[in-house]
């Protein structure tokens, strides 16, 4: 049991890649990983246009706890916004 416990504090990362509608443009959504979910956030590269209709796309860096990673995944997953690993073929673009 102490073993998973001290599993669950270690730091760990992830990269993803996350589009965001241009509905939520005005919103704190990367901002909202820091503060509220107490990751640390890098971003690697960005795609946004000045009109704030369009999508924009975000390479990130996650760094916090395996379930700080996955809350935080969730919260972007339950705003409709999609999220693709490190592993995915639309990051061979940038």
Request: hydrophobic share 35%; proline share 2%.
């Amino acid at each position: 049991m102490l073993e998973n416990d001290i599993q669950n504090q270690r730091l760990t990362s992830t990269s993803i890649t996350l589009r965001i509608g241009g509905d939520y443009h005005q919103q704190p959504v990367i901002s909202r990983l820091v503060s509220e979910f107490g990751l640390t956030v890098n971003i690697n590269a960005a795609i946004l246009g000045a009109n704030s209709k369009d999508d924009g796309w975000f390479k990130l860096d996650l760094q916090g706890t395996p379930s700080q990673i996955q809350t935080a995944l969730i919260y972007l997953h339950d705003l409709g916004l999609e999220t693709w690993d490190q592993k995915s073929d639309i990051d061979e673009g940038w």
